[in-house]
């Protein structure tokens, strides 16, 4: 089992920026790979970044290409999503989630954090 927490949410501004943070904890070297997603309400989840433990491969959704970075902390078993120019269309509940491999595929996913509100005002 892995155990996922997430942090760092809340109200901000439209450009302003936020700096997500996931803590992994229990066997988290069967996952080498860490996920962000987000679900706006009436929306389906949505991949929007990923980072492999082992090498820092990253992966990202075009919509955040430029604003978002995925970076990760092994010694502290800690993945940082840090969210540049924020706009209202990134507002939703933001999970990270762990996999043996780094995929957008939601479903393929294992273990999942409780989630965190982004809420970008305009």
């Known amino acids: 089992q892995v155990q996922l927490v997430e942090s760092g949410g809340g109200l901000v501004q439209t450009g302003d920026s936020l700096r997500l943070s996931c803590a992994a904890s229990g066997r988290t070297r069967s996952s080498d790979a860490m996920g962000w997603f987000r679900q706006a309400p009436g929306k389906e989840r949505e991949f929007v970044a990923g980072?492999?433990?082992?090498?820092?491969?990253?992966l990202y959704a075009d919509s955040v290409k430029g604003r978002f970075t995925i970076s990760r902390d092994n010694a502290e078993n800690t993945v940082y999503l840090q969210m540049n120019i924020l706009k209202p269309m990134d507002t939703a509940v933001y999970y990270c989630?762990?996999?043996?491999?780094?995929?957008?595929?939601?479903?393929?996913?294992?273990?999942w954090g409780q989630g965190t509100q982004v809420t970008v005002s305009s």
């Open positions: 989630a762990a996999h043996w491999r780094l995929t957008m595929q939601q479903n393929e996913y294992t273990f």
């Open positions: 980072i492999r433990w082992s090498t820092g491969y990253t």
